[in-house]
């Protein structure tokens, strides 16, 4: 099928929930994907943040590939060997305990949630709302957390909080990076702080040092849970195997997905010593999760940050990306950490800017009113200058305006 065919099949067979380009991938190695008309594309996006290793790094094609050959799925009452694997080696690069496997990021944080709601209702009784009335949880202003709908009332953002009324109760929001507001909104009755270290959808935007002491206080303090979305900043992302790892805190619950299967559906809840315990036979559970097949693909990922040196390598390719982003004419400033990376392009309207990207063979994303980078963690230097060269074409072209 060509591209216009795709597109006219999937507009007619598929809910119009994505605004889509007018694009079609068909194959990719590394950083790069073609179109049906063989066409090529540098590739910032990963396919949002999932895409770790590139399209189709061949360690991770085999080792699925064997996987798929040999034992598909089986459910969750009886073991198997990848899932047996996968789970230690991601304790042994996170420190945490023990792990949920589930499917997406946003059912990995519908995990955290129960198991914060259910770590509170346990020790401090069940009280009239549960947890002793301790069952609310604080998020942040300009967060992301997913579309289900305990979700989407995590997230932070008014847009997400339309149509879908009622919404689960007990969250409440601070604003971003902002003390004062935190202090406020955090009471007795809050189980939970639930952050991302670096706001993905939000803009790119890293919480600072001083906010998020001021969280690992309260916590400590009043012994809530410090939940760490990093469902988008983690696996490596941002130069650490998760971003919260630059702040030197030790969350109760971590939360994973996107770039964790190398391009499959997987997500985790990783718990802490304090909440290994806490969501026992009966309480959670899932289908799919943590199938032979995904866990092949996420030991192959896994297995990349064997040693430190790729770990080096993302952090080195990201100074080098962001040093180039910072002296680019039409950027005026650039935010995040290792490969994770937003532009503020000085009021040129970034969806047009995404656009003309794309029509010059660059695949790129927005955040807000910003531009998005997710290479994949493989991306080359090459591949790094040829994109930005392209992006630089796109700027000089876009009128300044007023977004
Ligand atoms: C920080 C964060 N949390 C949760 C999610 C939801 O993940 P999923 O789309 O896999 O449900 C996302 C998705 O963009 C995210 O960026």
């Not at 069940?126 to 009332?153: D, K, N, P, W």
């Not at 994303?365 to 040829?386: G, S, W, Y």
Request: aromatic residues 8%.
């Amino acid at each position: 099928m060509n591209t216009q065919d795709i597109k006219t099949k999937e507009d007619a067979y598929t809910a119009p929930t994505y605004a889509r380009y007018d694009v079609a991938l068909v194959r990719g190695k590394g950083a790069r994907a073609r179109d049906p008309e063989g066409r090529e594309y540098i590739d910032f996006t990963s396919g949002i943040g999932v895409n770790a290793l590139g399209f189709c790094d061949p360690a991770w094609v085999e080792a699925v590939q064997r996987q798929a050959a040999a034992l598909q799925h089986t459910s969750n009452l009886y073991y198997t060997e990848p899932c047996a694997r996968a789970a230690e080696k991601l304790m042994a690069l996170t420190g945490m305990e023990n792990m949920f496997f589930a499917n997406s990021g946003a059912e990995a944080n519908e995990g955290a949630i129960k198991c914060a709601r259910k770590y509170s209702f346990e020790k401090y009784g069940q009280g009239e709302e549960g947890g002793g009335g301790r069952y609310r949880i604080v998020t942040l202003e300009g967060s992301f957390h997913g579309r289900t709908i305990a979700t989407i009332t995590a997230t932070g953002q008014e847009n997400y909080h339309r149509y879908f009324t009622p919404f689960l109760q007990g969250f409440d929001y601070a604003q971003t990076n902002n003390t004062a507001s935190l202090l406020e909104t955090v009471t007795d009755q809050t189980c939970a702080i639930m952050v991302e270290f670096v706001q993905g959808e939000g803009g790119v935007i890293e919480l600072d040092r001083a906010f998020v002491s001021e969280i690992e206080r309260l916590c400590a303090e009043r012994d809530i849970l410090l939940i760490a979305d990093e469902v988008q900043a983690g696996v490596g992302r941002t130069g650490r195997f998760c971003s919260y790892e630059y702040y030197g805190v030790k969350p109760d619950i971590v939360t994973l997905a996107k770039g964790l299967g190398g391009g499959l559906p997987i997500g985790g809840v990783l718990f802490s010593e304090k909440t290994k315990d806490v969501l026992r036979a009966g309480d959670h559970g899932s289908t799919f999760g943590g199938g032979p097949v995904v866990c092949a693909g996420m030991e192959a990922v896994l297995d990349r940050f064997a040693d430190g040196s790729f770990l080096k390598e993302i952090t080195d390719k990201g100074a080098y990306m962001r040093e180039k982003l910072a002296a680019m004419d039409g950027v005026a400033g650039v935010s995040g950490l290792g490969l994770m990376l937003g532009a503020d392009i000085g009021g040129r309207d970034a969806s047009a800017v995404v656009k003309a990207c794309l029509a010059r063979g660059l695949l790129l994303l927005t955040a807000k009113k910003r531009l998005r980078f997710l290479p994949p963690l493989v991306v080359t230097k090459e591949d790094i200058d040829e994109g930005l060269a392209i992006l630089a074409g796109a700027l000089a072209e876009a009128p300044e305006g007023n977004q």
